[in-house]
């Protein structure tokens, strides 16, 4: 079962940005998704360093995961 609304490693609730990041970084068929913190904790980086690549795909206005 789909779960849009919490962390399936430590379950606080997902914004919109969790998920799109999620689906960037790891699947991007993905049902289940790790919050910003706990997907930098997987991924050996920092919030700020997953917050700055947010900003980007935003900015560049490419991917449309982030509109």
Request: hydrophobic share 35%; charged share 30%; aromatic share 10%.
């Amino acid at each position: 079962m789909a779960n849009f609304k919490t962390c399936k490693e430590c379950g606080k609730t997902l914004y919109a940005d969790d998920i799109a990041i999620h689906r960037k970084l790891i699947n991007r068929g993905a049902d289940e998704f790790f919050c910003i913190d706990c997907l930098a904790v997987k991924l050996g980086c920092t919030r700020a360093d997953i917050e700055r690549l947010i900003e980007y795909y935003r900015s560049t206005g490419r991917c449309t995961l982030f509109v």
